[in-house]
């Protein structure tokens, strides 16, 4: 059985990065291992929320979001093939939870099906996965060029 570990945070996302991932009708079980990114929580609102609410929003964002991506992964009608959902620790590196999975399931290949965000640096899921940066001034220099020859024309 093959297994295939998909990290997701935008259920949209995932499903356009999962279409061509889906095995044919007479290939292997897959067993796929969902992972969940919860989005951050800002400072000012953390400030605000207890751990209790922060876990059950956590939960209820995982739910929504997984519900959303099953049905693309059961639409082939394949017989065998598993899904598994976890949701992933704000403390522990993706890096670490990707090993552990691993281990766990045996070996496996993964998936970053998270939507890349403007500003902001994902985290690698494996240690061999370089950290792409995306820094706020280069967006504003192309910004800014794309102004310019806005204004030529």
């Given amino acids: 059985m093959e297994t ?4 997701i945070d935008d259920a949209d996302y995932a499903v356009q ?3 061509p991932m889906q095995p044919a009708a007479g290939q292997a079980p897959t067993r796929w291992v969902l992972v969940g990114c919860t989005p951050r929580i800002t400072r000012r609102i953390s400030k605000w929320v207890t751990q209790s609410a922060r876990n059950n929003w956590q939960t209820n964002w995982a739910d929504k ?7 693309s992964l059961k639409q082939s009608g394949r017989t065998g093939d598993i899904v598994i959902t976890h949701l992933a620790p704000s403390r522990q590196s993706l890096c670490e ?9 045996g070996s496996s290949r993964v998936l ?4 890349p965000k403007l500003g902001h640096d994902l985290q690698p899921v ?5 950290q792409q940066t995306h820094h706020v ?4 220099t192309a910004l800014a060029g ?3 020859l806005a204004g030529l024309d």
């Fill in 17 to 19: 990065m999962l279409q």
């Fill in 97 to 105: 939870l990707t090993q552990s999975f691993t281990k766990q399931y």
């Fill in 137 to 140: 001034a280069g967006y504003a």
């Fill in 126 to 130: 494996t240690d061999c996965q370089k």
């Fill in 112 to 115: 970053d099906a998270r939507r």
């Fill in 65 to 71: 979001v997984f519900a959303q991506v099953l049905p």
């Fill in 146 to 148: 794309v102004g310019m």
């Fill in 4 to 7: 295939i570990i998909v990290f």
